[in-house]
């Protein structure tokens, strides 16, 4: 069991649409990352934070943003969306940026039609 | 992070031990190599991590070439829960951190 939460489980949205993804991480860690799954591919880094500073960008434009909470819960935010954001979308949390071990959500499957 | 390469398949019967390469000849000195697994819905699961000694744990051991430059997972009584994809990873430890995932090894372990 990883402890990492996330919500909701599946979505559905049209082009153009803005959407939050939510992330509860494991108790006690403090820093969370966001990755992007697209199908049959590994996942793709999109942003860490860590003690609510974002502190890591991977290429993601900025329509892409998040918010980290003073109990270390996370949101993802996509603006604008377009059809090639349709994926799983990850959360992880570790003890710290520097963490050997990242403990990760099961994730949020996005479809974009 | 230097990028690693891995070999698209891998089959595996139930109760052997499963033996998944991973490339990384372009790995620094200061680079971890990781392995992570994928079950199928489900999130990225840690498995192990060394810099150039074996390491082994209650999941699996690994082995890495004295050059650092290729490294082994071992799994060595696989189970069918085993199956998944397995991703090779190399890191640094220092800054922030992030995990480059390449496509893995889709393990299949069959009864």
């Known amino acids: 069991e990883t402890g990492v939460t996330q919500s909701p489980t599946h979505l559905i949205k049209t082009r153009g649409q803005q959407v939050t993804l939510r992330c509860s991480s494991q108790s006690g860690h403090n820093t969370v990352s966001w990755y992007q799954q697209a199908l049959g591919q590994g996942p793709q880094f999109i942003f860490q934070y860590y003690r609510e500073e974002e502190n890591g960008r991977g290429n993601f434009p900025p329509r892409f943003s998040g918010l980290q909470f003073p109990n270390y819960s996370s949101e993802l935010n996509v603006n604008a969306l377009e059809l090639d954001d349709s994926a799983l979308y990850l959360c992880?949390?570790?003890?710290?940026?520097?963490?050997?071990?990242?403990?990760f959500g099961s994730g949020t499957q996005l479809s974009v039609l | 992070d230097a990028k690693t390469t891995q070999p698209p398949s891998m089959d595996c019967a139930e109760g052997r031990a499963a033996n998944l390469p991973c490339n990384h000849s372009?790995?620094?000195?200061?680079?971890?190599v990781y392995w992570y697994r994928q079950i199928h819905s489900q999130g990225p699961q840690y498995i192990i991590h060394g810099l150039k000694n074996n390491e082994t744990n209650e999941m699996a051991s690994l082995i890495i070439t004295e050059d650092r430059k290729s490294s082994t997972l071992i799994l060595p009584h696989a189970t069918l829960r085993d199956t998944a994809v397995y991703y090779c990873?190399?890191?640094?430890?220092?800054?922030?951190?992030?995990?480059?995932f390449g496509k893995g090894t889709m393990l299949l372990v069959s009864p």
């Open positions: 990873i190399v890191r640094v430890h220092s800054g922030y951190s992030t995990l480059t």
């Open positions: 992880a949390s570790s003890l710290s940026g520097t963490s050997e071990k990242l403990f």
């Open positions: 372009t790995i620094s000195g200061n680079e971890y």
